[in-house]
Structure formats: C-alpha cells, structure tokens
C-alpha cells in the first residue's frame, strides 16, 4: 500500500524545504515538494526532485567494510558491525592511551543539517576529549561579520523580502543555492521591482536579474565604501534614525570623504558613473534589501566585505521598513530547542587543541610526532574532495599511522582512504530535525523508510561506538526519537510561547513557521547596530585587499546548480548533465592565451595543475576565473580537483574559509 509521509530535507542549503515522500512497504518510491510548507509551498529543486534515485541507488554501502588494499585503494571486505566496532575501538583505546585525545579528530561535517544525527557525532568526540573542530568551511568571516555588526541575529526572513522594494543579491549564485528566493524575486519584479545584482561570476543568476555587475574579486569593501560615500555626500544617509539604531555612526561617516567613487573605480573595475548611479539608486528606495551571499567572504578581507556591505544596507535607515535590511545571517528570533542536550558541551573535560576544517589537510599532513594526529572520524564530509589542499590531504590520509574510519552512504574519494567504513542510513531512514540558514521555520522528519542491508544512522552508529569505548553515560543508550520527545518537552524561545499546535505538528514530523528576528534591537553590548567594533583588530571599517599571490587570475569556487558539494555525486542523472569539470573564463583573458570555449586548459599555482575545458563567458569579470562545482575523481576524469589549487589559509576575521582567495595562471593543454 501506499502511503505519503512529511520530510524535510537534510542537506546544507538557505532554504530547508518540505517535501512529500510515497513510500510502497517501507521502501521510497517517489517525492514531491510539500504544498503546505509554510515557507516554500511545494517547490523543491531539480536535484531533490528524484530523491528516491540517491536512496535506492544500488551503490549504497551496505555492510561495514574493512580495508584489504593500500590506502587511496578502495580496496575492502565486508566484515561484521561487532568485529569493526571492536576492532574501531580497540584502536582508538590504544591511541588514547599512547598518544591522548589532541591524537584524535573527529569530524561531523556538512552531509545533513540534521540536528540529531550531526551533533551526536560531536557529543563522542566532546566525551573522548578530540580536538575541538573550528568548522567555519562555508562562511566563517561572514558569520563574525553577522556576530561583530549584529550579534548575531536579526538578518531578514527571505519571506520578508516580499515587503522590499528594491533588491541588490550581493556574490550569491541564487539560481543554484535559493531557489525559494529566486522564485520570489521573479514574482516581486513583475510588479516592477528591480533586482541588482553585484558578482564575479553571473552565468548563473544573471538571466533572473534587470540589471549585472560585475566588480573585481574581492573589491566589495571598496564599492561599498564609495556608494556609502555618494549616499552621504548627497545627504541621504538617514543620520537621525542611525543615532539611535547604530552605535559608532558619526565616526565612522568622518571617514568616508576619502571613498569618492573615482578611489574605487581602480579597485573594483566599475565606472565612478555607475558607482554613483547604484548608490542613488539604491538611496532613493524605501525598503532596499541586501541580499549577501558568501563569495565576498571567502577571502582574506572576506570578514570587512561582508561588515562592509551590511552596514550600507542599513545607512539609508531601511531597516526601519518592513522588508527593508540583510539577508544572510540566522532570521530567527531564537534557537526553539536546546540543541546542547545533544552534543553535551559538559561531556568535555579535556581541552586541547582545536583543528580548523580549512587547515585539515595542513593537520593531516603533519608527521611531527609531537602533534601528529593519528585517528580520524569523518561522518558527513568528503574532505579529499571539498577541502583545500588536495595533494596535502591525500599524503595525509595516506600514513600509515593514521588511523581513519569514514561513516557513508556512498563510496567518496575519501572513503578509498579509510581503513573501515561503515555504512550511513539517508535521512527518510532515520529521524531528525532542521532549522534552515536563511529562513525562519523549524522542521522534524521521522524515520519513514528500512534502510538497505546493514546500514546504521550517524545516532546509532555513534552510540554503539560509545558503548564499545565503555561509556557508560546515559546519552549514548537512548534513541534519537527519544531525544527528540525530551528537547520537545522543554521548548525554548520562541516555540515555548507559540501556541501548542507547532509542538505537536514537530512530534508527528512536519514544519512549522516561526517569528521573524527584531531587526531594530540586537544582542550586542549596547543592543544597537555596530560599525565600530573595538573587539576586532581593525575596528573602523575600511578598505582591506585580498591575498597578494604572484598569480594574474582568481580562481572563484561557485556552487554548481546541479551538485551541492559532494553529495549528489551518486546521482548519474545529475551528474552527466553536469558533464566535465569546467572553468569559466573572460573573453579577454582567453584570448590574450589563445584559449577558446572547448579547449582543454591548465590552471596552475604553487600547489598544482589541474586540467579544465574552458567556457569562455561574458559572464564572467575579467581577471577572474570559475570552477562551478565540487566533483570526484571518478566524473571529472582525473586526479586532481579544483581543491587542489586552493590553499590552506583563513579570512580576515572569524578562522573562515578563504577559499575564493586563490589565484592561479591558465594556459592551453
Ligand atoms: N545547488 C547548490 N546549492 C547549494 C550548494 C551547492 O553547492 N549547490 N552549496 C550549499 C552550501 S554548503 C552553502 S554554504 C550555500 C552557499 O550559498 P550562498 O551563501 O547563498 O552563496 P553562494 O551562492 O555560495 O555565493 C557564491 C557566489 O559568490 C560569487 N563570488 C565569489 N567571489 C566573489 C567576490 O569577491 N565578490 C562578489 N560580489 N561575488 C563573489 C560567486 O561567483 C558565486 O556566484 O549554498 C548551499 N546550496
Ligand atoms: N571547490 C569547491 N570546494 C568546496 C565548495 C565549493 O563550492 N567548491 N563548497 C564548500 C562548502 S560551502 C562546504 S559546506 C563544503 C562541504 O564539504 P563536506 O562537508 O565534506 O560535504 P560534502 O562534500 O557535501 O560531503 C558530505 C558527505 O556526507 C554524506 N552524507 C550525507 N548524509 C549523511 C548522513 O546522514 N550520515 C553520514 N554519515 N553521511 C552523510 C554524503 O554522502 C557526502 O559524501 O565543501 C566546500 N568545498
Ligand atoms: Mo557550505
């Protein structure tokens, strides 16, 4: 018989969609979006569309393996969850021992955004005492930007921005990574709204925008900085309402004469004409929105960028309207569940070192006996294929001291790797919940579905994994429902004081909408907006440059529309539309190379050469260039990745990633 569940989806995107899932004898057969999402009303992307196609792949990992090649291999035997569980802890017991818990890390990466099955990985290693993980991939200089200027909350639900009347998407690749917002800005410009939109690489977005600009990497700070310039000097910046809103207005406003559109035309390629024009343009609108993405911020000025253009968003007091503010940070007013009964900060009792995620193929590589790591858990997370560094991570997971243990559902780069690996249910498989990045709504999804074989949730796994270590703590013998119901029954703010219905709709698996952020009143000391922030090394915002490498052209990471990092890599159908690793290029660069649409091309640093077919792209501002997508070994054809030429280095603020911060020389094959 069949029967039609609630789900939410798990992966790392803005949006958390609802969907729909059939299922004939506990098996899926077919998902569709959730016409009554209360935020995003039934629509799902392409890549989730056939989400049964990931689920029942006959690819999956079944039974726990054990490795019989060398490492890199992928050479292993089926073997029982008792003899890897014994002979994982075993392991880890002599290790412990030998070399103590800074030997260790365990890693609980992006794979699902899943509360329970996320944070009970991190709930082990806090009891084992690992090293901290410092997990600022995506967006950590953003994040710190978000906390530095508005501590953290008060960003704008994308369902507010039906009440803006003005948009500018700020290095976002909307197309690919919110479609939600997507939807509802087409809607909104058929009312005549215009939509702006400032980036580097537009192949995507730009078709669903009135209006493209394209600016030099990494300049943001310097364009804001000048139309922050043009908006003062013309008297339109609202000072009253920024006495009272922001703390450190006046002080920072002296500073902006020097900003004139011309000191920024050097910086960010723009005509001062057009400089001008967008910061009047953008002044004259009543509830402008910002809309910021993360590429500005994957630099090392990422952290100012972002700082930069959240405070031109609020300069013209547009947050005092409905839909007027940023997009970009946490929307909502408060955090509904104590997600610390899951990953239980109290169960550490040893603090020592912390691994930084964008550093891990530096730690990996380390053989200094002195700080070597020698285990490794990864659940969730593909580091040969999404880290920087790949030549460094591949000599690192290739010791034969290091003791690594992969938990998947499909076969990775990084499982080849791995000395066991155990095999990962999906997320209709196992019982969670989700709140999404840029919206305001939580959502639960029960277990609807038997897994293949063998196949244990990150929950399970990890629970069993304790109990061989000999844990004894209560945590690690109950269920992940049973978590669920107790952080149920203690709500917090906001779902304590919503009417009781949203609980039990979270109890049954659905998604329930929450209330928007205050956008006037923020959790920092004084409560108000800061520009100034004394706590930061450069506490007056101003114009800061990226890395300075001896390469001509910056080599941009852009989300694929067709991949979310790694995860969809299991999808054929997906992954062949896709096709071959791409790079984009700028008619000018290409042909001051010789390069055209089609040839087979090199781009080179000092840490590789890695082979592309060009695109050459109008689409794409000069002096830089654009690896859509994250792939494997397997679809790209090759060794080495895009991560291979990306380094291992931080943005300014927040021990972000700096990933667009890289640059590189292409020429012909
Ligand atoms: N389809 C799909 N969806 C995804 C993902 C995916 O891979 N595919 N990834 C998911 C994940 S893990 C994350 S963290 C989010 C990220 O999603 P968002 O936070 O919404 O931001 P992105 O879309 O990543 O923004 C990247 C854009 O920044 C541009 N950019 C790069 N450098 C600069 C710069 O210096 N200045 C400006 N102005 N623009 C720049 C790039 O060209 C690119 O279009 O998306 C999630 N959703
Ligand atoms: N070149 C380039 N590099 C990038 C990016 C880019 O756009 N370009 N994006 C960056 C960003 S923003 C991010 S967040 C990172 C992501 O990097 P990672 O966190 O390493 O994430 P993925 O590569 O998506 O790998 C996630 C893995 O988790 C597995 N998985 C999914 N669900 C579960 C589960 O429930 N349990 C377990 N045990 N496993 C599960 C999936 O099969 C998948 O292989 O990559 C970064 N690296
Ligand atoms: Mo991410």
Not at 81 to 110: C, H, N, R, V, Y
Request: a negative charge; glycine letters at 10%.
């Amino acid at each position: 018989m069949s029967n039609w569940m609630k789900a939410v989806c798990p992966y790392d995107c803005p949006g958390t969609c609802g969907f729909l899932v059939e299922t004939e004898n506990q098996k899926v057969v077919s998902v569709k979006g959730d016409p009554d999402h209360p935020m995003h009303h039934g629509l799902i992307c392409e890549k989730m569309q056939n989400y049964e196609r990931a689920v029942n792949s006959p690819e999956r990992i079944t039974r726990p393996l054990k490795r019989v090649g060398k490492k890199g291999e992928g050479k292993f035997e089926a073997i029982s969850w008792d003899q890897a569980l014994t002979e994982i802890t075993d392991q880890w017991k002599k290790i412990l021992k030998e070399d103590g818990p800074d030997a260790m890390i365990g890693l609980s990466s992006s794979g699902t955004q899943g509360w329970l099955q996320k944070s009970i990985v991190d709930c082990l290693f806090n009891k084992i005492g690992a090293r901290e993980m410092v997990m600022t991939l995506c967006n950590g200089a953003k994040d710190a930007a978000i906390d530095s200027v508005m501590g953290g909350k008060g960003s704008l639900c994308g369902s507010e921005l039906k009440d803006s009347d003005y948009y500018i998407v700020w290095g976002c690749n909307m197309r690919a990574t919110n479609l939600h917002m997507l939807s509802l800005l087409t809607n909104e410009r058929k009312k005549g709204k215009k939509v702006l939109l400032i980036e580097v690489c537009a192949v995507d977005t730009g078709k669903y925008c009135d209006e493209v600009i394209l600016i030099k990497p990494g300049s943001d700070g310097a364009l804001a900085l000048a139309m922050m310039q043009v908006i003062a000097e013309a008297g339109l910046a609202a000072d009253d309402f920024m006495k009272d809103f922001a703390s450190g207005w006046e002080e920072f406003k002296a500073t902006l004469p020097q900003y004139t559109p011309e000191w920024a035309e050097k910086i960010t390629g723009l005509p001062a004409e057009t400089i001008r024009r967008i910061a009047l343009e953008f002044a004259a609108a009543k509830a402008p929105a910002v809309i910021g993405g993360t590429g500005a911020c994957r630099r090392k000025n990422g952290g100012m960028n972002i700082r930069l253009t959240i405070i031109l968003s609020a300069i013209t007091g547009a947050w005092a309207q409905p839909g007027g503010g940023y997009v970009g940070g946490n929307p909502r007013s408060g955090s509904c569940l104590d997600r610390s009964m899951i990953f239980r900060p109290d169960f550490r009792t040893y603090h020592g070192k912390k691994a930084n995620i964008n550093l891990l193929s530096t730690i990996l590589a380390d053989t200094d006996p002195a700080s070597k790591v020698k285990a490794f858990y990864v659940s969730g997370g593909n580091p040969v294929n999404a880290i920087h560094n790949q030549k460094a991570m591949e000599a690192g997971l290739s010791r034969e001291d290091l003791f690594t243990v992969v938990h998947e559902q499909i076969h990775t780069d990084t499982t080849k790797y791995a000395d066991y690996v155990l095999p990962a249910t999906f997320s209709v498989e196992h019982t969670d919940v989700y709140t999404p990045a840029s919206y305001c709504h939580i959502g639960t999804g029960m277990k609807i579905a038997d897994a293949p074989g063998e196949c244990k949730s990150n929950w399970d796994t990890i629970c069993l994994l304790a109990k061989y270590m000999g844990f004894e703590d209560e945590q690690f013998t109950i269920t992940a429902e049973e978590m669920l119901n107790r952080m149920l029954d203690k709500p917090l703010s906001p779902l304590c004081d919503m009417d009781p219905s949203a609980v039990a709709t979270l109890r049954e698996g659905g998604s329930v909408a929450l209330p928007y952020s205050d956008h006037l009143h923020f959790p920092t000391p004084d409560g108000r907006f800061r520009i100034i922030d004394e706590t930061l090394d450069e506490p007056v915002p101003r114009y800061l440059p990226d890395f300075d490498d001896p390469y001509p052209l910056s080599l941009t990471a852009i989300p694929g529309t067709l991949s979310l990092n790694g995860v969809f890599a299991g999808r054929h159908d997906l992954m062949e539309r896709r096709g071959a690793m791409i790079l984009y290029m700028n008619p000018a660069d290409a042909a001051k190379r010789g390069i055209s649409s089609g040839d087979q091309i090199l781009a080179k640093n000092d840490l590789a050469e890695v082979a592309f077919t060009a695109e050459v792209t109008e689409q794409i501002v000069a002096g830089c260039v654009g690896a859509p997508g994250v792939y494997n070994k397997q679809d790209a054809g090759q060794e080495l990745l895009v991560n291979a030429l990306t380094h291992s280095r931080l943005s300014d603020i927040g021990e972000g990633t700096a990933m667009n911060g890289n640059y590189v020389e292409v020429v012909k094959a």
